[in-house]
């Protein structure tokens, strides 16, 4: 576990349970027998060789591919269990395994609320930035996935550049994010290694990792099976995530819902595993379940942070690092329906001990809006849910039993050398919260309004690149489609 300015990183949870060690076990032998029983559709046609030469059942030329249990064994066990997300100073750097807990951002959402009008608006390259500049500031959220899209980049080759461009150029910790299109993925690598120094450096310690997709219900497509062959092949992390819905993609009961999830993303960790044995597969889980009246998706249904914890202790039965979902919410705006939501689900899923768990700071509506008020209050939330993951520490020094009887019926303790010792350090300590007396209360003190200002004052601070000048200019000068800010703040 590191410490970085009180923030404590990684700290091991496995608090909440829903599934009962006998289920555990059924839902991963139940995931083992749907894979290699019914299968799944790969249009990939890497995808599809790869499989083939693994040992995999192909139907003719495909799209049918079943998964012999022994192929998808061999699969995990030569998956690591341990992958580290690098960040580019070292203070952030996010191990994932066993039942090991980190935060971040993530949804790719099309709008934000303005941070001056408040208003809906479509996001863009400077709110990528801006969003990171942010994440770099918040103790709590330990990792920066892209959040936000760039609407006004037209050209889909163009998107991946842009977005993983402004999140490095804005924060050091670890960058994360979906791709859009091989020749964006590949410049992004190229991209990658330039900071890096050469391709042996960003291998030896990746500061970007990437997100592809498994699409509910068992499909590999063209597009998301050849790049996760490409990024496998490059040996960079890869998550291979999967988004089942309750009722439509997937079985309405929980239960369901979680093998589907898993059995998905298995076959996602033998391909990785088909193409380059030994590289970093990152399980995913990011479904969830629909609103029956209007057959929506929803985001901050508590049954969705249920079924991310299931998958969780599925995860680490097979050993496997997992990048799960939670802190989300279906509110319009930053009000009481988006704290309780995003704070039970962000406390359900790290009690888990889900590994890295994205989405849970910023993201609102149906995934779909990203607030930059709600992004610092988030971070509020996960230094509560670290409190509770830390537990109660007993030892001789913590029970303070000798203490306690040395001072004897009546004495209080406020000026003990054991009270300044322990009092920096025992507490939650919020930034936000108000713990005052109403009297005098003035408007600016509640939370949001706090959070606001947070906001603002790294919105109107210069921006400042986080890259050497040097090679931020040699990055601008090989990837020409990269649109400059120049300054520009949303």
Do not use: W
């Amino acid at each position: 576990m590191r410490e970085h300015n009180g923030a404590r990183l990684g700290i091991p949870a496995s608090l909440y349970r829903p599934l009962q060690e006998a289920d555990v076990r059924k839902v991963a032998d139940s995931a083992l027998r749907v894979l290699s029983e019914s299968g799944m559709f790969v249009y990939s046609p890497t995808a599809l060789e790869a499989l083939r030469q693994a040992g995999a059942d192909v139907a003719g030329e495909g799209p049918v591919v079943r998964l012999p249990r022994r192929l998808v064994e061999d699969a995990i066990a030569s998956n690591p269990s341990s992958i580290t997300l690098y960040s580019r100073d070292g203070a952030y750097d996010a191990v994932l395994e066993k039942d090991r807990v980190h935060y971040g951002t993530g949804g790719t959402a099309i709008y934000v609320l303005d941070p001056e009008t408040g208003e809906r608006r479509r996001s863009t390259n400077a709110d990528v930035a801006l969003n990171a500049r942010l994440v770099d500031a918040l103790e709590n959220v330990h990792l920066f996935t892209i959040n936000v899209f760039p609407n006004e980049i037209e050209d889909r080759n163009h998107i991946d550049a842009n977005r993983f461009f402004h999140a490095l150029d804005n924060t050091t910790k670890h960058v994360m994010g979906g791709v859009y299109s091989m020749e964006g993925c590949r410049h992004v690598v190229e991209m990658a290694e330039l900071i890096a120094g050469g391709a042996e450096p960003l291998r030896r310690k990746p500061f970007v990792s990437f997100i592809t997709l498994i699409i509910s219900p068992f499909k590999v497509d063209e597009r998301y099976g050849e790049m996760t062959c490409y990024l496998a092949r490059e040996g960079l992390p890869v998550v291979v995530p999967t988004e089942p819905i309750c009722g439509t993609t997937a079985p309405i009961t929980l239960a369901g819902n979680v093998l589907t999830h898993v059995a998905e993303t298995l076959g996602g960790i033998a391909l990785v595993q088909a193409v380059n044995k030994g590289a970093p597969g990152i399980c995913g889980s990011v479904g969830s379940v629909c609103d029956l009246r209007t057959m929506g998706h929803l985001a901050g249904a508590i049954e969705r942070a249920m079924i991310n914890a299931a998958v969780a202790q599925v995860a680490q039965y097979f050993e496997l690092p997992l990048y799960s979902t939670g802190g989300t919410t279906d509110a319009k705006g930053v009000d009481i329906q988006a704290a309780y939501e995003s704070a039970m689900s962000s406390l359900l899923v790290a009690m888990s001990g889900a590994n890295y768990i994205h989405d849970i700071a910023g993201l609102m509506e149906f995934d779909l809006t990203v607030s930059y008020e709600k992004l610092v209050m988030d971070n509020e939330i996960l230094g509560m849910s670290q409190r509770v993951l830390r537990g109660i520490e007993v030892s001789d020094e913590t029970l303070a039993t000798d203490l306690i009887i040395e001072k004897g019926p009546g004495q209080d303790f406020l000026v003990e050398p054991h009270t300044l010792d322990h009092m920096r350090d025992e507490f939650f300590m919020p930034q936000l919260a108000n713990r005052q007396p109403r009297e005098g209360l003035q408007p600016g003190q509640v939370a949001l309004a706090r959070a606001k200002a947070v906001v603002d004052r790294i919105r109107h601070e210069p921006p400042a690149s986080r890259l050497a000048a040097d090679t931020r200019a040699r990055v601008l000068e090989t990837f020409p489609e990269i649109v400059a800010l120049d300054g520009q703040t949303p």
